[in-house]
C-alpha cells in the first residue's frame, strides 16, 4: 500500500498532471464564455436575422415528451465555437513554435586544439604546393 501511495504522489507531482489540471480549470471557465457568447450573443443574432425566431423556446412534442430542439441547437453551436476557438490557439502557439525552431543555432565555438591543428593541416597544405 505504501508502494501504491507513493507512485500516486509522484504521479500527482508531475508537472504534466498539474498541466492539465490548470488546463482543465481554465478550459472550464473557458467554456462559461463561450456559453454566454452562444446564448446571449450569436443565438438572438441568428434570431433576429432569420425573423427573430428564439432558438430556446423550439421545442417538439412528441407523446407527452418535449424535445428541446432549441438547447440541442445553441448546444451545436456552442461546441463548434469552441472548437474553432481552440483550433486558432493551437494554430497560433504551434505557428510561434515553429519560428522559435527555424532560427539558426549559433556555430559551435571550435575547440583550441581543433584549430590548431586545421592551421597545421592548411600550412603544411601551402608547404606541399609550394613544391
Known sequence: M???????KEFI?????MSMAVGLIIGSA?????TSLVDDVI??????IIGGLDFSGIMLTVGSSNLMVGNFIGAVINFLLTALILFLLLKGINSLQ????????PEPEIPADVQLLTEIRDMLKQQQEQK
Open 13 to 17: 507531482s508531475r508537472g504534466n498532471v
Open 98 to 105: 515553429r519560428k522559435k525552431e527555424e532560427e539558426p543555432a
Open 30 to 34: 473557458f467554456t462559461a464564455i463561450i
Open 2 to 8: 505504501k508502494q501504491f501511495i507513493a507512485e500516486f
Open 43 to 48: 443565438t438572438p443574432l441568428i434570431g433576429m
